[in-house]
């Protein structure tokens, strides 16, 4: 196989750590079943039946041959055996991993305490380059580390790199990972949660378990990910990034089988995936494994969720496995709107073989699950302290609510066939993924990977979103010269001119899906050069189906209700039926060749090169309604004019018109990596890459790709107890699209030239063997340097949503003979602007989470976190649909804050 190293992380329940001397090595006797065979493929043999985890460098196996073993031994015994007459020794870098090496360097002990959490499968290396625990080999005396390495140095990375075996602390990109144990601690509700810790990506996690905004370094964009790619097992769900009303999220769901995430900022990641010129996160999930191993979690709230997940892998027959797993939940949400705010899961299964010269897996994975779409709501007071409106709770405030999903939706959604549509359903993604992947390696030089995979499914997105800020009653009715007569349309009571009215809209969007991707590498090893060249191609289509407007009357409370009033409402309590109806019908191709090549010019220095031509062709037929069935003419449903929620709405009738674009660019990546000692090191990258417009560009007359230059210089440090990786970096774009969506479905598209320089800062220090402090911190400068049009007085302002200061500290304390933790995440947000124009500002605020867990009986976890333990009041968001061009923020506000104090508990089994 391509790997030229091997690690297999144990499965089940690991002992829990003691305080106990960690040379001692366990001595239980177990049985071991090893052919006579090519030394690396028995090393990976032990490492599945042992559970230790296993690493060499890379040509150290070659043209050795390991004895047969079969009978009962210790892992000690069994390892003497293996490596007899092979002139190689090993050494037990900690309970669970054994280092196989000629020379077996060692480094000062750098290295933290865990939990006895089932481990995930991590890979690590053992080079004369890569530090590695200190240990002494086996027959020595002396002190070894006593577990995993410090801030995950040792993993292997398989994301943005050109080789198989590149530790994260050799890789010479900025990037961060997330294990098995990292992502339990955290308990993301969301993937947008989750990569929340990733330093330079500001995240927006308020919108609920979907839909949520990722900014990578200063990048400006309306929202999603558009300039980040999320992947699953190193291939997208769907090769488009972001469009108006889907982010990747809505399918990429964290649960128990992901056993690692791997986010990578700028460097090589619009080489290996195209448009990724933010960065990716790769969610890598579990794979088949050589023994049964197992995991139940039962989780729990205080708002009502309830969740099960399930992870699950076992052997089937001697070269084929399985692994499968998902969860279901149901939640009332911390914003609850009076039904359920999510409920659903996915299932995912994975079967794979193993032969002598590679392996294959073929996977498949269905999502049905619906979630709320948290928006803006109304606030007042000072935006530093503010307070929800008539003693609201701006914690758990909802504008969703039963009364409004009883509404439906008028007529003019029946034309694009989503009059049907119900409120309660939220993001709803109803969608299958297939497909396959084949490791194959034809000699020690040249070797294959090819990734498949096949989506087909669709998304209904229903949701209120937010018009301009509310006012009294009487103000509403005066500015639509009718009297100020409103009653509550579900009891008929009525309802006083003096207080406040709202007039949100009700928007709906059918999304169909069909993509089929295929990223094909073929790996050289030359020498010194380690060369991949791929080819990528995909085919895909997307048919769109949207009814935006459809405002409704309410009052102003938690759970609004309708408001009737006449010569305003309609009976359902409707003020304006659809304001823009569209149809769309999409096909694109696109394919990719790359190529990249990792010189070890030496044993500290090796540079990287990596180049990538990219070329999209999208047609597509577009029916946009109008408002006029002919110039100066509004339509008008009923012929009546005083009914206005019905005049000058949003008709398709025989609209229609054709797009035929292609595009195409070509992008290069130039890095280096010098490791001065074996403890330090300096690494860098300069990419010049474009993201290609996509479906909602080309319909908005946007024919221009984002073109992007990245440069990062980054320092990294693995002494003793502390872990640093320190990164200076810019961002320039040069005349970069970004599109909004008004209140009333038109959209204004602005253009500008920004640029952003900041240091990243990460890692782990261990002042005790107990405490391990995380940190992430990111000081930046978002600039706008051009803006071209009506805007172009915004020209050296602060880009918007994106602040200058974030921080996230993690200290996390074991105890109990190292079978429980306690640990804290404090959180700073800077200031930010949620306008171009600066003159709405968001404050800076603070978050403070914890949580606690305890191993019970080797097979048991027990955890409980606290999220925003001081209820703060953060605002996260404006409201983009009315801020865009606003002069200032008025008395009562439309804004996204943080979810109020919750807490979560679970219940986990693992197996054996």
Not at 150 to 176: C, N, P, Q, W, Y
Not at 604 to 632: H, M, N, W
Request: hydrophobic share 35%; net charge negative; charged share 20%.
């Amino acid at each position: 196989m391509i790997a030229s190293l091997l690690a297999v992380a144990s499965a089940g329940s690991v002992l829990a750590q003691t305080t106990a001397n960690p040379t001692t090595v366990d001595q239980t006797r177990q049985e071991f079943n090893i052919a006579a065979q090519p030394l690396s493929q028995a090393l990976r043999e032990y490492a599945q039946q042992s559970g230790d985890q296993v690493v060499f460098y890379s040509d150290i196996g070659k043209g050795r041959e390991a004895p047969a073993l079969a009978g009962s031994y210790t892992r000690q015994e069994a390892l003497q055996r293996l490596l007899e007459n092979t002139g190689l020794k090993y050494r037990r870098v900690n309970a669970k991993t054994v280092a196989i090496s000629t020379a077996a360097p060692t480094r000062p002990e750098a290295a933290i305490q865990r939990t006895s959490m089932a481990a995930p499968m991590r890979l690590a290396q053992a080079t004369e380059t890569v530090p590695l625990p200190q240990a002494q080999e086996q027959g020595g005396g002396g002190e070894q580390a006593p577990t995993d390495s410090l801030f995950g140095v040792e993993e292997v990375i398989v994301t943005g790199t050109a080789v198989a075996e590149r530790t994260k602390f050799d890789s010479s990109v900025a990037i961060s990972t997330f294990n098995a144990e990292d992502i339990a601690q955290q308990a993301p509700s969301s993937a947008a949660d989750l990569i929340s810790a990733v330093p330079g990506f500001w995240v927006e996690s308020t919108s609920g378990t979907t839909q949520g905004n990722v900014f990578a370094r200063g990048i400006i964009q309306d929202g999603g990910y558009r300039y980040v790619g999320l992947m699953e097992d190193g291939i997208p769900i769907y090769p488009v990034f972001e469009l108006s009303f889907y982010n990747p999220d809505q399918f990429v769901r964290v649960d128990d089988t992901i056993e690692r995430v791997e986010a990578l900022r700028g460097g090589t990641a619009p080489i290996f995936t195209a448009g990724a010129v933010g960065g990716t996160v790769n969610f890598v999930t579990q794979s088949a494994k050589d023994t049964a191993r197992g995991s139940m979690k039962l989780g729990f709230s205080d708002y009502g969720m309830y969740r099960a997940d399930v992870a699950w892998s076992a052997p089937l027959g001697d070269d084929w496995g399985i692994a499968l797993g998902g969860y279901y939940r149901t939640s009332d949400g911390v914003r609850d709107p009076g039904y359920a705010a999510d409920e659903g899961g996915q299932f995912r299964v994975k079967v794979g073989r193993k032969f002598d010269n590679g392996s294959i897996e073929f996977f498949g994975k269905y999502i049905d699950d619906r979630s709320l779409f948290v928006v803006p709501i109304p606030l007042t007071g000072n935006p530093s302290d503010p307070r929800g409106l008539n003693g609201a709770d701006a914690g758990t405030y909802s504008l969703h609510s039963e009364d409004l999903a009883r509404a439906g939706l008028p007529v003019t959604a029946a034309e694009v066939g989503l009059r049907g549509s119900n409120l309660e359903d939220g993001i709803h993604p109803q969608l299958a993924t297939i497909g396959g992947k084949l490791n194959w390696e034809f000699n020690d030089t040249v070797s294959m990977t090819n990734l498949l995979r096949y989506t087909d499914g669709e998304v209904r997105f229903d949701g209120i979103f937010p018009d301009a800020a509310p006012v009294t009653g009487a103000a509403f009715a005066a500015a639509r010269g009718v009297a100020a007569n409103y009653s509550v349309i579900s009891s008929g009571a009525s309802y006083a001119a003096n207080q406040l009215v709202q007039n949100h809209g009700h928007w709906v969007v059918n999304k169909e899906y069909d993509a089929i991707q295929d990223d094909l590498r073929l790996n050289l090893k030359l020498d010194t050069h380690a060369v991949t060249f791929g080819l990528y191609v995909a085919d895909y289509s997307m048919k769109d189906a949207w009814s935006l407007g459809n405002l409704i009357l309410m009052d102003v409370s938690d759970q609004p209700r309708r408001l009737a009033l006449p010569g305003v409402t309609d009976p359902n309590g409707f003020t304006k039926y659809s304001t823009f109806n569209l149809l769309t019908d999409y096909d694109a191709t696109a394919y990719s060749l790359y190529a990249a090549d990792e010189w070890q010019v030496t044993d500290a220095l090796r540079f990287d090169f990596g180049v990538r031509y990219d070329r999209q062709d999208i047609k597509g037929t577009i029916r946009a309604g109008s408002q006029e069935v002919a110039p100066g003419v509004p339509t008008d449903l009923d012929g009546n004019p005083a009914t206005t929620y019905d005049r000058s709405v949003s008709l398709i009738g025989a609209n229609r018109s054709t797009v035929d674009e292609d595009f195409d660019n070509t992008g290069f990546s130039i890095g280096f990596n010098y490791e001065f000692t074996p403890h330090q090191g300096l690494f860098g990258h300069y990419t010049d890459s474009a993201k290609l417009p996509h479906f909602d560009d080309v319909r908005n007359g946007v024919t221009q790709k984002d073109q992007v230059t990245n440069i990062e210089l980054g320092y990294k440090a693995s002494i003793e107890r502390l872990v640093v990786f320190a990164t200076l970096f810019q961002t320039e774009f040069d005349n970069v699209p970004f599109q909004d969506i008004l209140s009333n479905g038109s959209t204004i598209v602005r253009r500008a030239e920004t640029r952003t320089r900041g240091v990243e800062l990460e890692g782990e220090f261990q002042p005790l063997d107990a405490l391990g402090i995380r940190f992430s911190i990111t000081q930046q400068d978002p600039t706008y340097e051009g803006f071209t049009g009506s805007a172009a007085g915004n020209t050296g302002n602060v880009i918007r949503r994106i602040p200058k200061t974030m921080a996230r500290i993690t200290p996390t304390y074991t105890f109990m003979d190292g079978a429980a933790r306690v640990y804290f995440t404090y959180t700073y947000a800077g200031k930010r602007y949620a306008n171009d124009e600066n003159t709405i500002e968001l404050p800076k605020y603070n978050k403070l989470d914890a949580g606690v867990m305890f191993d019970v009986g080797g097979n048991w976890t027990i955890q409980v976190t606290g999220d925003n333990l001081t209820d703060e009041v953060g605002l996260t968001e404006g409201n983009p649909r009315t801020d865009v061009g606003s002069g200032g923020i008025g008395n009562i506000y439309m804004v996204r804050p943080l979810f109020g104090r919750s807490f979560m508990g679970s219940v986990t089994y693992r197996w054996p």
